[in-house]
């Protein structure tokens, strides 16, 4: 059986794979109204049980939408602006409300972040990066995984409904911190029902996916006490590496944009970036660019360029050989540059309002 | 290798092979100043870093007793009695402080009872039988582990210092709600610790020993942090079944006294208890009985006969044979009832109590 591991280096080969594998939904944008870019351009690729959410969306039913923040280092990755973007989403379209937990019992459990260092960087530093991208703090409750009492209380009531060996099964480890990391994730899940059943979604990359399906097999074992609503997921895709890998990983610097980063050092890794080009510039002119394969327009598709026509021009200029990759990449190079400096100033910005946040506190 | 497991039924076949096998200390009560009953006459038979607490007595220096509660039941057993006499007994000598944790959370976790259900059990009636076994409220400071936060981020730090393969090696399963239990129990072994580092005693059953041991080996591994003093222990025996067999057990409840239970019941019981009896009364009369391998004389040694000499003269009129079954029976139905009696008398009384004690409380 393949596994996900939500901690772990593995790659997925291939997503219709993942799709096929893990019994999940392909995710059809036309369920949602207004889908967004990364809804409507395939970097959202799956999901689990959307239909529930999207008829919530359109009769206006309540639903949540829940995300963490791991707090283990003091940077993130685009990978987190896409959540952010989908929290968007549900938070302009109807959600009910809208959970950020801290997870800084797992940074403690399952990499050893000791809570007073998790806190300091949530808050200096995750909290306001999350609202710099977009996340509407005004809609959203943040609470602490340790200072959520009734989490941890589901957390230990549903480690009696899981064995050692359907742990291994999802997990491929038992290691005692990612069992109750994960155990605790259930429960931050499922927190937001304590109140009200209904339906929920969760926002996260495919790594995650194990998580739910965690959740939902604890969901169907507790049906008779709780009566929850099986949680519904949206999957993106990883941000690919510039040097075209699958996944950006910090282990490959070089080819890795983390936010923030100073914008001279990420121009330098853009201007390094695989494209579609040929070997030659009359090639390339003859013949045009190769998009499909440039993570330059990557880039752009994903994150850079939120219209649809422009994007669709760059598409054009670049496979009629009109645009070559010297000027794609000083104008990516500009993009980028401008999005960075705007990520650093809201970020400073949402730092200076952090105590105004909607907090749960014991 | 063999294993001890604290929520089995597996006996160990000899307490001697325990103390090898496990690397514990022989108890010697000589190291403890008016050692009481239990101490005395070998049902305290093992032990951890004792001389550590036999020095914190003996100098006057700071120490703490810790003790939990498991409110899976509405019954507690002979052996919950042993560890109260011997919390008694530190009570008595200088121990800085007492600590009676409820384990609702590992009912939770470990055997599904829901918090709200342990923490009636506990109130309604182990805190007060406990109390009513001799338990000085006074000195107490009780909790229940879901509202000691605490305890609870302890458990969470600890569960990256242990990995699976050892989990599985301490407590032969990696089983979550069990690993979230022990990690728990360390926590709730070493929160005393957290204000001011002091050496901790800690008496259970033999069956807990794996927890000390994890709780010891995640001293050393947190002990840059922490520097916590590992907890030591004393152990008792098993109380027999009347049967004979090593341990009672409510598998066979014809041979197996919980407290509290009616008086007519508890005689019925103690009238078919196996005793060191010959096959005439003639011949025991000639002989005399064999006390050592009667259940009847292991409960006046272990619980219903205070007084050494008391008891002393009861092994040489029934070695002499001129104290025979019948008539011990007899007695020990007496003392049984009037236990039984007392213990349901003040159990009342502690129960009316129950508001004056000293909780922690989120």
Not at 171 to 198: K, S
Not at 266 to 295: F, H
Request: aromatic share 8%; net charge positive; with cysteine.
């Amino acid at each position: 059986m393949k596994l996900i591991d939500p901690w772990g280096a593995e790659l997925p080969e291939d997503y219709t794979s993942i799709i096929k594998d893990f019994g999940l939904e392909h995710f059809d944008p036309k369920l949602f109204p207004e889908a967004n870019r990364v809804m409507r351009r395939g970097v959202v690729f799956a999901g689990r049980d959307l239909g529930r959410i999207s008829e919530a969306i359109k009769h206006k039913k309540p639903y949540y939408v829940l995300s963490g923040i791991m707090p283990s280092g003091d940077r993130i990755h685009f990978g987190n602006k896409v959540v952010v973007e989908n929290i968007k989403y549900f938070q302009e379209h109807g959600a009910t409300s809208t959970y950020m937990l801290v997870a800084d019992l797992e940074a403690a459990s399952a990499r050893g972040v000791t809570l007073e260092e998790a806190r300091r960087r949530a808050i200096e530093f995750h909290i306001p990066a999350y609202i710099a991208l977009g996340l509407d703090p005004k809609k959203t409750t943040f609470y602490f995984q340790s200072e959520n009492q009734k989490v941890l209380h589901l957390a230990y009531e549903f480690a009696k409904k899981v064995t050692s060996a359907e742990f291994r099964a999802i997990y491929g480890t038992n290691d005692p911190g990612r069992v109750m990391a994960a155990l605790t994730q259930a429960g931050d899940i499922l927190f937001p029902q304590m109140d009200q059943r209904m339906p929920g979604i969760i926002p996260v990359g495919i790594d995650q996916d194990p998580h739910l399906r965690l959740t939902r097999d604890i969901c169907h074992r507790t049906n008779e006490k709780y009566g929850f609503v099986a949680p519904s997921a949206i999957y993106h895709k990883y941000t690919p590496s510039l040097d075209g890998d699958l996944k950006m990983s910090k282990s490959k610097p070089e080819s890795c944009v983390e936010l923030p980063e100073p914008v001279n050092a990420v121009l330098k890794k853009v201007k390094r970036a695989k494209t579609g080009g040929r070997d030659t510039e009359d090639e390339q002119r003859k013949k045009g660019g190769i998009p499909e394969i440039c993570m330059i327009f990557e880039m752009y598709k994903q994150h850079l360029i939120e219209d649809d026509k422009e994007l669709d021009k760059v598409y054009k200029d670049c496979t009629k050989g009109e645009l070559l990759c010297g000027t794609d990449k000083a104008n990516a190079c500009n993009r980028m540059g401008t999005f960075m400096e705007d990520f650093t100033r809201k970020l400073e910005k949402a730092r200076n309002s952090i105590d105004k946040l909607n907090f749960i506190r014991l």
